[in-house]
Nanobody, 116 residues
């Protein structure tokens, strides 16, 4: 079973940047598309970005295009999310998981709070 540990969240002012990291255990990481998801209070969890196994193809939610960049390092079993020009509406708990997500693999997530 894959274990995922997210880190890098925090409190930042609007317009600021954060870099999230996800460390994955399990050999399966290198063979699957990985994604970053977020869940804001009172809302459903949504996919923010995903990246294919080879790191070449990336897709983003319309709300973050041009501001967020997803990357991965298969040698280190990590996937990162660089978030720039943050907005208050980006406030949420951020999670990584495979895409499609595996229900048994959700970690604790990392809180991102953007103040206006």
């Amino acid at each position: 079973q894959v274990q995922l540990v997210e880190s890098g969240g925090g409190l930042v002012q609007a317009g600021g940047s954060l870099r999230l990291s996800c460390a994955a255990s399990g050999s399966i990481f290198s063979g699957v598309t990985m994604g970053w998801y977020r869940q804001a209070p009172g809302k459903q969890r949504e996919l923010v970005a995903r990246i294919t196994t080879d790191g070449i193809s990336k897709n983003y939610a319309d709300s973050v295009k041009g501001r967020f960049t997803i990357s991965r390092d298969n040698a280190k079993n990590t996937v990162n999310l660089q978030m720039n020009s943050l907005k208050p509406e980006d406030t949420a708990v951020y999670y990584c998981n495979s895409w499609p997500a595996r229900a048994s693999s959700w970690g604790q997530g990392t809180q991102v709070t953007v103040s206006s």
